[in-house]
């Protein structure tokens, strides 16, 4: 078997998430097809095995996947075929031969998501899936004095939805940044970190916003963080905003 | 009655159109919906006037559509009434009270339409539904060398879709403009004219693409012209890329 490692984006907007679902249109079930059309394969159905999931209408600038086939196909080969086969909102944007020691969800090292919140009155028709949108008045500064409040190592328990299983909540945050595009008229936040629990940015993203709006003082995170408790960050920013930007790992798989 | 003039935005993806039609959904017809829904006249439906028909597919960055009703509410108002009211693909980006000689289809002076073609071997998913796509060679200063030969009153019959019917094909060109944009890689057209024909600005645009990719002259325009023949020139470039940016009027009703 040859393992091959794919950067892929796609527009999130009609697919029910990443994950395969029974009946559902998922980015999984057609990337499983279109790998299958490949290999044509009759005996066993290949996997495909996604650096994680995503939600309904959350979109992927560089999400990862990694699947097994029975030959060796050049990488351009397989990019063009791939290309050719999966629907226009799905794009396969590198293809990589890997190791079989390469995993694409259990090989990460972190993952970098970029959220995009549009200001203004209304919704620009343009942006209504590919942004998080809020009409009210929004204190960046204020935000970004916030956001060194996620840095580090910590049990994020509260900003974790229900519906996500793992061992533990503690997670690192390397990065976290908000900037204002003046000439889109959005804030552009990027959160950059080992991990992320079901949810996370989102609400992460929320509470920042009650942090810029003065619903919530500026180092409310430092509480919120030692209370580890859900019931204390409720809200949690449209999928529409969120995009998986890239998904790192060891350097010997990045090239 | 008095007259409302509205300049609106629109993605075009999920519309079968400006124009009303039996059993579709199109801008003219939310936009009557809403209207009616303000104006609550059980007596007449109150009917809504473009500057003209978008096809299906095609967006608009600055329709202008006018419209009367029985009574008279502020200009921002009226602005908040709408959009709170129209499904979020379509924005009304401004209200103006005008006189009664307005008339948004018969009184224009010029429009301005911008064409966005990708290049790229293959389609961004963001970018499907939002611009034309092109993977072979362009050569951009060809296409700018041909834009020239449009400028000025022409007959552009050879431009022109069946399913127009005016009663001249005489049009005139004021600018038509042809720039790379490197960070996007997509070459952004505009076209600025007194009016234009059914099909005309994609028909223009697919000439310009098939100079710029070295299958005709630089200066067959000039050919094209005369011949008044859409058989000369049978290719369409496709609705996504298109957008309405702007309506002109006389400057008694531009504010």
Chains 1, 2 share one sequence.
Request: one cysteine or more; aromatic letters at 12%.
């Amino acid at each position: 078997m040859y393992r091959y490692k794919i950067t892929i984006a796609y527009d999130g907007t009609h697919f029910a998430g990443f994950q395969k679902q029974p009946k559902q249109r998922t980015v999984e079930g057609v990337l499983q097809r279109a790998v299958n059309k490949i290999a044509k394969n009759p005996v066993k159905i290949i996997k495909v095995y996604g650096s994680g999931r995503t939600d309904a209408g959350v979109h992927a600038l560089g999400q990862v996947v990694h699947f097994d086939i029975p030959f060796n196909l050049s990488e351009n080969a397989m990019l063009h075929a791939l290309n050719s086969i999966l629907p226009l909102d799905v794009e396969v944007l590198e293809v990589r031969h890997v190791p079989a020691e390469f995993h694409a969800r259990y090989g990460t090292q972190g993952k970098r998501y970029q959220y995009r919140l549009a200001l203004g009155e209304f919704v620009d028709p343009f942006k209504r899936n590919y942004t998080g949108h809020w009409k009210f008045p929004l204190d960046v500064e204020r935000i970004q004095a916030a956001l060194p409040d996620l840095i580090g190592k910590h049990d994020f328990s509260t900003f974790c939805a229900a519906g996500g299983h793992t061992k533990t909540n503690i997670r690192e945050i390397f990065e976290a940044t908000a900037k204002f595009d003046e000439k889109q008229n959005e804030v552009i936040f990027e959160f950059y970190g080992s991990g992320f629990l079901y949810n996370m940015v989102r609400i992460m993203v929320a509470v920042l916003i009650e942090i810029g709006s003065k619903k919530r003082p500026v180092h409310d995170i430092q509480r919120l963080i030692q209370a580890k408790d859900r019931n204390e960050a409720r809200q949690t920013a449209p999928a529409s905003g969120l995009y998986l930007k890239k998904v790192y790992y060891p350097e010997e798989f990045e090239k």
